[in-house]
Structures are given as C-alpha cells and as structure tokens.
C-alpha cells in the first residue's frame, strides 16, 4: 500500500485551524468580554450621567471587537464543518439566547443616542449585555462537559442537555468574569468617584469569578469522567496542577492592584487571567473539536480547503489586529462627562 502523501498536510493543518480557532475566540472573550461586563454593569449606574459615561468608553471600540466572533464562525464552517453542523445543532438555545442578546445590545446602543426617554434602551443594554453573556457561558459549559453523538460525529443528544448544573456554573462564572474585565477597563477608563466605584466592584467581581473558577476546577474531574481519565494522565496532570497554581497567583496580585489603587496593572492581571484559564480550556479538550470523542482531524475539511483559507486569514489576521491597535491607540485616554 503507497503512503499517503497528504499525510502529514492532513494532521498538521487540523492542529493550525484549531490555534486559529481558538486565537479568534480569546480575542473576542477579550474585548467583547469587556463590552458585555460594562453593559451588565450599566444595570446597577445610579444615574444617566454614569451611564454615558460607561456608554461613551464604548462607542467607537465595540463594533470591532464583535468582528473576531464573526471570523469564528466562519472559520470552524470551513475548517471543520462536522464540528459546526454538530456544536450549533447541540447549542441552538443558547446560539439563540446569545444572537438575541446581541441583537438587542446593538439596536439599544444606536436607538438610546437619538432617545428622548432612554430608560427603555438602557435597560434593553443591559439586559441584552446580560443574555448575550448567558448564552455564551452555557455554550462553553456545555463544549466543556461533552456533546453526545453518534457513530457519524452527528449530534444524538436532546433539545435540553445544554441545561446542567454545572453548564450554569459556567455561565455564572463567565458573567463574572466580564463583570471583573469591564470593571477593570472602566478604572483605566474614568476618574473620580465612578473610578472609586468601579475598584469595588472589580473586588467583588475578582472573589466571585475566582471562587466559581475553583468550583469548576474541583468538579470537572470528579463528575465528568472523560475529563478524569485525561486531566490525570502525563504530561497533562503536570499542566492541569501548574494552571491553577498560576491562576491563584495572578489573582493574587490582582487584588493587591485594586487594593493599591493602581489604574492599567489590574487590566494587565485581568488579561493574564484570562489568557491562561484560555490556555487550560485548550489543553483539556484538544485534540478534540467536540468533546470528548470526536477529534480535529476526523471534523476536518479537504487539505486543499484549509490551505485555501490559510491563505486568505494569513492576510486578514495582521489586518484587523493593526485596525485593533489603531482604534485603542486613537481612543485612549480617559473618558469625562
């Protein structure tokens, strides 16, 4: 029997499109995730000049960031179009909870500029901010737990298997953690009493987030026994013991930046946090794209297909990165009433 001689294309290529995919999802947890936790924090501004002023640190920045989200979903159509076809199958409810909150996030934003009475729309903000997280958590909560399929990778699973306990405890904690990110951008971001308020509230929201982290950490191997007979397995166990250890200590020097009143570090610490939570999530579920028993190279599209998108985000990659940089870079400072 001849070799193959697309062999080594067919294993390397599916391990790049998962970096890829992966690259575009942090970036936009990232900065969308601090749109959302401003939004959801608008929810609790004690009046109309706090939340233009929350608005206003939004206004030219969060239609880019919702770009990555975009670029996602093309690209696992087109990497891996067995993993799309089944993840949205299994996650229709919450795609749905998070396309509407989304939906209902950019019509407020634009309708409460030209609004006479804009408590409808800034409730609809928040409200919108809320579902989108929401939906958002239960989908990592339930790639993270597994989807049920059958022989052919397609999904076998019911309407509500999306719905656990521990999918909430994600969502939960994925709240949380854009309330922590948002809160920190708007200590960067403003001055005064709103800066004073904003330090509090990233205190609380740096307890709960952390707390529901260590939750999800002590439980996913004991009720999940895929991830068990993974997590526990070298090298992974010396990766899934460093992680945690690392993630207490950047939340440790988080709350000592809030504690000293610092304004960009507990932006950089947030990030960090969030970046290696990311790098966690990565480890536990590759090689597979849908966990846990369908893996990268057998959800893959044709070699030619994913060289020929290669190709194409290769270019668009540094050109939306450079449009990142450019819109932050024009737009920092801080934002006054």
Do not use: C
Not at 109 to 123: I, P, T
Not at 210 to 222: K, R, W, Y
């Amino acid at each position: 029997m001849e070799p193959n001689p697309l062999a080594p294309l067919e294993h390397f290529l599916p391990q790049v499109w998962f970096f890829i995919l992966g690259l575009f999802l942090f970036l936009y947890i990232l900065l969308d995730g601090f749109d959302l936790g401003i939004g959801i924090l608008s929810l609790t501004s004690s009046n109309e000049q706090r939340r233009n002023i929350l608005m206003t640190s939004l206004g030219n920045v969060w239609d880019a960031n919702e770009t990555w989200l975009v670029l996602m979903g093309g690209s696992l159509f087109g990497a891996f179009p067995l993993a799309y076809a089944t993840i949205l199958n299994a996650l229709y409810l919450p795609a749905v909870i998070m396309v509407v909150g989304l939906i209902l996030r950019a019509v407020s934003f634009e309708f409460r500029e030209n609004a006479n009475n804009k408590g409808v729309w800034n409730l609809a903000f928040g409200i919108g901010s809320f579902l989108a997280a929401l939906g958002q958590g239960f989908a990592v909560g339930t790639v993270f737990e597994g989807i049920k399929v059958d022989a052919a990778g397609h999904f076998a699973g019911g309407m509500w298997d999306w719905l656990t306990w521990h999918s909430v405890l994600v969502a939960l904690t994925l709240i949380q953690g854009y309330v922590l990110i948002g809160s920190t951008y708007l200590i960067y971001k403003t001055t005064g009493e709103l800066q004073q308020t904003h330090y509090r509230t990233a205190t609380i929201a740096a307890w709960t987030t952390f707390i529901g982290a260590v939750l999800i950490t002590i439980s996913a191997p004991i009720f999940h026994e895929h991830l068990r007979a993974q997590l526990f397995q070298p090298p992974l166990f010396y990766v899934f013991a460093t992680i945690p250890a690392l993630g207490v200590l950047l939340v440790f020097l988080l709350l000592r930046s809030l504690q000293k009143r610092e304004e960009v570090m507990p932006l950089v610490w947030t990030f960090l946090l969030f970046l290696m939570s990311f790098i966690g999530l990565g480890f536990v579920i590759f090689p597979n794209i849908i966990p846990p028993s369908v893996t990268i190279y057998e959800a893959s599209a044709s070699p030619s297909a994913q060289v020929f998108m290669l190709i194409f985000v290769a270019f668009l990659i540094p050109i939306m990165l450079a449009y990142n940089l450019y819109n932050y870079l024009v737009f920092r400072g801080k934002v006054v009433a």
